[in-house]
């Protein structure tokens, strides 16, 4: 089973959820280099899925979408699975939205699965900046973001759920998803990026860290991919330990503006960001 076709006369479906790391921004660069067509699609790293949203009309086959962080494939699911009872379930926190609320349930994790999916689409909303942060015991902890929850259209929601029919979506590992692309499939990896510095804890995207070692696996796996005449196309920091781990492959490189925290103040500032796109499987 596919894909839900996309319905023309619609405006085209986006992430529905803010990710840090997405990229949105940086799909002019890498879409040219994703294959206009192709069997089966695989995303070990999904986060919001921007990719995922803009080539999904590329997917002859199923998609099959992975992320480690538990909570946010319970919201993809749920998206997936039961638009209606999740518009239900918003209603709660669009009623009582304010600061206040916002610090009373910034940890209240209901116990449902479709209490959760909500719970989570409302703090990605009104957190600072967007921002899922936990600490080394998996709670959430990034502050208010100031900014009103705004709530999901029910048309669009709707459209997104039918736009999932047909995907795989788990909260599994790269290295068991990456077992299953064949020759004729596609995958693109967006890994977390390694931390510029040992200090840096902008990573926690979940209580597991994605380290140097697992870096190192990931790129093993790429190139048993090769081997086996799949198609993919990893983004990431443009740095020596990157490029060491790919000698052998196209790298695209260049420089883009990020927005990342400032330091002691709820602000956000521009700084450059090396970027490489790292090609892999038999070429065009």
Request: proline residues 7%; contains cysteine.
């Amino acid at each position: 089973m596919t894909a839900a076709p996309t319905d023309v006369s619609a405006p085209p479906l986006r992430p529905f959820l803010k990710w840090a790391g997405g990229k949105t921004r940086l799909l002019g660069k890498i879409l040219p280099h994703v294959p206009a067509e192709f069997d089966d699609y695989h995303e070990p790293f999904l986060g919001g899925g921007a990719m995922f949203w803009a080539i999904r009309d590329r997917i002859a086959g199923a998609p099959h979408l992975h992320d480690l962080n538990e909570i946010l494939i319970t919201v993809w699911r749920t998206v997936q699975q039961d638009p209606a009872g999740l518009l239900a379930a918003l209603d709660y926190y669009k009623s009582n939205d304010s600061k206040d609320f916002y610090y009373s349930q910034r940890q209240a994790v209901p116990e449902s699965l479709v209490g959760q999916a909500a719970w989570f689409l409302y703090v990605n909303q009104t957190a600072w900046n967007g921002l899922w942060r936990v600490n080394k015991w998996g709670q959430f902890n990034v502050p208010w973001g100031d900014r009103p929850f705004r709530g999901f259209d029910e048309d669009t929601l709707h459209r997104l759920s039918d736009a999932l029919i047909g995907a795989t979506i788990t909260n599994d590992d790269f290295r068991v998803t990456l077992e299953k692309p064949k020759a004729g499939d596609f995958v693109y990896l967006d890994p977390p990026y390694l931390p510029i510095s040992d200090t840096s804890k902008f990573y926690l995207y979940t209580e597991k860290r994605f380290r140097a070692p697992d870096l190192a696996e990931l790129a093993a796996l790429c190139h048993q991919l090769t081997e086996r005449g799949v198609r993919w196309v990893m983004s990431n920091r443009d740095t020596e330990q990157v490029r060491d781990l790919f000698p052998d492959n196209e790298i695209v490189r260049f420089t883009t503006r990020r927005s990342v925290a400032a330091q002691n103040r709820r602000d956000v500032e521009q700084a450059d960001s090396p970027e490489a796109i790292i090609l892999g499987g038999p070429r065009p």
